[in-house]
């Protein structure tokens, strides 16, 4: 079993910053992509960034040039730097992560999800 725990959220003014972290855990044999989401009231859960396992990185549009992703491969881990907040990226932030498995012969790819970490943001 695999576990993604997700920290860092909080309350934060307009225009201040919060670094995200999520660690995975359990029967990990590698770990592929790995991603933030976020999902704001009332609106439908949506991609923030993904970096590979090789450092390759992608961002909507939405938060280019203020978030920043990244990751430790020997931790487990992956970090959402957030700055130039605004009271739109207000959400709940969601840990996302292809994990590999080896069981014997068996290798194979499952994906899973944190519990989510709060984000607002204040005008």
């Known amino acids: 079993q695999v576990q993604l725990v997700e920290s860092g959220g909080g309350l934060v003014q307009a225009g201040g910053s919060l670094r995200l972290s999520c660690v995975a855990s359990?029967?990990?044999?590698?770990?592929?992509?790995m991603a933030w989401y976020r999902q704001a009231p009332g609106k439908q859960r949506e991609l923030v960034a993904a970096?590979?396992?090789?450092?390759?990185?992608n961002y909507a549009d939405s938060v280019k040039g203020r978030f920043t992703i990244s990751r430790d491969n020997a931790k487990n881990t992956v970090y959402l730097q957030l700055n130039s907040l605004r009271p739109e990226d207000t959400a709940v932030y969601y840990c996302?992560?292809?994990?590999?498995?080896?069981?014997?012969?068996?290798?194979?790819?499952?994906?899973?999800w944190g519990q989510g970490t709060q984000v607002t943001v204040s005008s």
């Open positions: 359990g029967s990990i044999f590698s770990i592929n992509t």
């Open positions: 970096v590979t396992k090789s450092g390759s990185t």
């Open positions: 996302n992560a292809d994990i590999i498995y080896r069981r014997g012969w068996d290798v194979g790819e499952i994906n899973y």
